[in-house]
């Protein structure tokens, strides 16, 4: 497993194989999880490059840090 974060911290990704993954996304005072199993290429290209070519526009995390961001999420904030 891998875990990302968006540099603008508004997306969280624990990613579970090439073509699965969850987002954590953080919309104000609110909070969605998406289940994401990718069925067309641009959803396998997407993680594939969360992956691999994520430098730009994300950094690497660890799975504690999602854990706790998740559980702060379910504490503190609506779930959409």
């Known amino acids: 497993m891998e875990f990302r974060k968006y540099k603008n911290g508004q997306s969280y990704f624990r990613i579970t194989g090439t073509e699965e993954m969850d987002e954590l996304k ?3 005072k609110y909070y969605k999880v ?3 199993k990718a069925t067309i290429l641009p959803e396998r290209v997407f993680i594939g490059d969360l992956l691999e070519q994520y430098h730009e526009f994300a950094d690497a995390i660890t ?5 706790q961001l998740l559980q702060w999420c379910k504490q503190n904030l609506e779930e959409l």
């Open 26 to 28: 953080l919309m104000g």
């Open 34 to 36: 998406y289940h994401i």
């Open 63 to 67: 799975e504690a840090e999602y854990e």
